[in-house]
């Protein structure tokens, strides 16, 4: 509700009533944080300057013990909405004189908030946020002093993110740079305190962000007295909430308690060095740098920069939560952007310090690799994302050169420094700003992070697999689509070994070592990342001396591959490589490589890959097929090894991917008639043999591959029925075969069949009993009764 002068809501006002003030100030506790600024907006244009209880000396007592006692609470909504209501009540008039006396009567104040009263001497506009601020820093305080004894017993009575919290929207309101003269010095008072309050508590809750498993910190084992410690600790918390979990009059049970204080004692940790960092970065954004003139505000010394700067260095390559040390990241730009353009030499050129620093611990193994590397990659990456372009960027360049050598060291005392390197190189390839410049390193990246897929050891793997997927995002872009890959999240192979040409010869190289031990049916983990790659690459027009077919036997090979998604991956690779004038003799060429029936030695890798190639060539070549004479030529081929579909072959997966084949070639043609005597074999093969589920007498075991055949060969059996219906014998045909699967024993082929009638499920029953005229023996009149008597099968279809 916006206000453009001060008559308006002076006038708006008067027509506020105070109940819907009330009401109003209630809406302050809503969870949604976009609906608490809305209020707050209201509230701040009609609260100050109305009459009655916001002129009220005791009501505004109230509301502020009110709201310190909401920074005590364990639930974090509680301590956002106390921040709301100390922003509303540092506006009010009379909020400097009610805070000043709760602070005088405080007892037990540092030395420094002490000083902080005696150098307080006028009284500005900025009275109530300094008291207010005062106040909320003495809370804090008493908050720590519980903390140290027991970090327990403060989660639940004084979990510190709260004071945190508010401490930090009300230095939000201060103007650092231009203060009246006389209040300089208590304001400072109060920085020094703040900031000196702040590094205790990310030291009490560092060892829990800190551990090597934040999430779970208690043993009562070593500890039999802490069960009891934590039952006081949650009771005082939680009160009646956690009283439901008491029996008949028996303790609470240990696991119980153990699970709810844990996670109190982990949210209490995280939360509280998340607002300390940010709390870091506040400052280092607002407060100006000292330098030698006088200045009319607060500055920040160069001890307190080189202390804050520590802090983050240590914090962020120690903690573990990743909830505390991605805001630490985003406290740590904010310092970085402002030391970079610092005038001071000594504090300009930390940053650069800092980045030698942690390469060389990254070097010495000093940090653990585990949770991805932790905080390093984000010191590093805020270290260089904040560097000014003036600079050319030469600490980035430098950086990422040492990081890429470090990621192809390759020795067991490298292990640690090449994960974190990957890590690292990670998170600066994924940083939209770096986008211009980490483009000319990417070919080196995937070289990297294919040659670490075949690395012996896990987190070396792991490390290649995440940077391998985001430099896939980083060059295509991010795909909409986890079935297909969109056209504009592919490049023609021209343009991509034009940005990238070291990639050429390396992916060449790859993929025919990977070829090579497919055919000695070893396992070749870098054979993926590079068929994933080259599944992205398209033909040009102009390919220059770069020629995607000289990929294409390589790829082809990759079908041996004893792994089934290398195969699929590979068919999907092959297709695009190949330019559409070759795809109907590449076709010729992969159904003629299938063996026949009479040999030996067949490889049934082999066999499932090429007929994956030949589908998917057969989906990208389907107008491009339908001249007669290659229509009549492939049906031959195709005929020649019908065996594929029969008992023959020993292989459920190869049968099935023999029927897909078949499957797709049909409906790419425009008269069924063009396949010849196809149909008539394949129904000799498919249909008059038992299904798979009913040759044993154990209809429960399975084999590989069965399911998959089963669904195939219905899926087959019934679309080939729509066009040749004649071809099913038996009085009942076609009509006598679907309900029949509608009875069988196989749960695939029930669902198969139910998916295919599904748009005739909504047609009524007579209408099919109509659709079946043409069959009038007693068995058809039979199985039309057993379709009616199926109407809840079909109406749970329709529905």
Not at 366 to 375: I, K, L
């Amino acid at each position: 509700m916006p206000h453009s002068a001060a008559g308006e809501s002076a006038q708006l006002s008067v027509q506020w009533s105070w109940e819907a003030v009330l009401t109003l100030m209630q809406c302050l506790k809503d969870p949604y944080e976009a609906n608490k600024t809305s209020v707050l907006q209201v509230l701040l244009a009609i609260l100050p300057e109305m009459q009655g209880r916001p002129q009220d000396e005791g009501w505004i007592k109230e509301l502020l013990l009110a709201t310190v006692a909401l920074t005590k609470s364990a639930r974090p909504p509680d301590s956002v909405t106390a921040a709301y209501f100390f922003d509303l009540i540092s506006t009010l008039k009379l909020t400097a004189k009610v805070s000043r006396k709760l602070c005088m009567a405080l007892q037990g104040l540092s030395p420094l908030l002490e000083t902080a009263i005696r150098l307080r001497k006028s009284y500005d506009e900025d009275d109530n946020v300094f008291w207010t601020a005062f106040l909320v820093l003495a809370e804090l305080e008493r908050q720590l002093n519980v903390a140290k004894k027991s970090l327990l017993e403060a989660s639940s009575t004084g979990p510190l993110y709260g004071a945190l919290i508010s401490l930090r929207a009300l230095m939000r309101k201060v103007n650092w740079k231009i203060l009246p003269r006389d209040n300089v010095a208590s304001w400072k008072a109060i920085l020094c305190q703040s900031m000196q309050i702040a590094f205790e508590v990310a030291t009490v809750v560092g060892r829990v962000v800190s551990n090597a498993s934040p999430e779970g910190q208690l043993d009562i084992d070593e500890d039999p007295g802490l069960l009891r410690e934590m039952q006081v600790a949650l009771h005082r918390g939680l009160g009646r909430k956690f009283e439901a979990g008491r029996g008949d009059g028996s303790s609470v049970d240990a696991v119980k308690s153990t699970a709810v204080a844990a996670q109190m004692l982990l949210l209490c940790g995280w939360r509280a060095h998340r607002e300390v960092s940010l709390f870091f970065g506040d400052i280092c954004e607002a407060c100006p740098l000292e330098s030698g003139g006088a200045g009319m505000g607060v500055c920040l010394s160069l001890k307190q920069v080189l202390s804050i700067g520590d802090f983050f260095m240590e914090q962020m390559s120690t903690v573990r939560h990743r909830g505390a040390f991605e805001q630490a990241y985003t406290a740590f730009q904010k310092l970085c952007h402002m030391l970079w353009r610092c005038k001071h030499p000594e504090l300009a050129n930390l940053p650069g310090t800092w980045l030698g620093n942690i390469m060389a611990v990254i070097k010495d193994k000093g940090v653990c690799a585990t949770r991805r590397s932790a905080g390093i990659p984000f010191m590093v990456q805020a270290i260089l994302v904040s560097e000014p372009e003036v600079c050319s960027l030469a600490t980035f360049h430098r950086a990422i050169r040492e990081l890429l050598v470090l990621a192809t060291m390759d020795t067991d005392a490298s292990v640690e420094p090449k994960v974190h390197a990957m890590n690292v190189l990670r998170a600066l390839f994924r940083e939209a700003r770096l986008g211009d410049a980490v483009m000319p390193y990417a070919a080196d990246g995937i070289q990297v992070a294919i040659i670490g897929f075949e690395s012996k050891i896990w987190s070396v793997r792991n490390a290649a697999t995440l940077l391998f997927s985001t430099l896939m995002t980083r060059i295509f872009g991010v795909n909409r689509s986890r079935e297909e890959t969109q056209r504009k999240n592919c490049l023609t192979g021209h343009v991509f070994f034009l940005r990238f040409p070291p990639l050429f010869r390396f992916l060449l190289q790859e993929l025919s070592k990977s070829a090579a031990y497919s055919r000695d049916l070893v396992l070749a983990s870098n054979a993926f990342p590079v068929l994933l790659l080259l599944a992205r690459l398209f033909p040009s027009v102009v390919e220059g001396s770069f020629r995607l077919e000289d990929f294409v036997p390589h790829v082809a090979r990759c079908a041996c591959s004893p792994v089934w998604k290398v195969r699929a991956l590979a068919a999907r690779a092959l297709v695009p490589l190949v330019a559409p004038s070759a795809r109907r003799t590449l076709l010729l060429q992969l159904i003629s490589s299938l063996p026949g029936a009479n040999d030996h030695c067949i490889s049934h890798n082999a066999v499932h890959g090429t007929l994956l190639q030949v589908l998917q060539v057969i989906g990208y070549t389907r107008q491009s097929c339908m001249e007669p004479s290659f229509v009549a030529l492939f049906s031959a081929k195709l005929e020649e090894k019908v065996w594929l579909a029969s008992s023959m072959n020993k292989c459920f997966v190869s049968r099935a991917a023999y029927l897909d084949v078949i499957l797709s070639w049909l409906q790419c043609l425009s008269e069924p008639s063009q396949l010849g005597t196809l149909p008539y074999k394949l129904i000799a093969a498919v249909l008059l043999e038992p299904p798979s589920d009913q040759k044993r007498p154990d209809i429960h075991r399975k084999e590989p591959g069965q399911e998959f055949l089963i669904t195939t060969r219905q899926d087959f059996l019934l679309e080939l029925g729509l066009r040749w219906p004649d071809l099913f014998p038996g009085p009942d045909g076609y009509f006598g075969f679907v309900l029949r699967s509608l009875s069988s024993t196989s749960l695939e082929a029930r669902w198969m069949t139910l998916q295919f009638v599904r748009p005739v499920a909504w047609q009524p029953v007579p209408t099919l009993t109509g659709w079946l005229n043409r069959s009038s023996t007693e068995s058809s009149a039979q199985s039309v009764m057993g379709l009616e008597n199926t109407s809840s099968t079909w109406h749970a279809l329709q529905r």
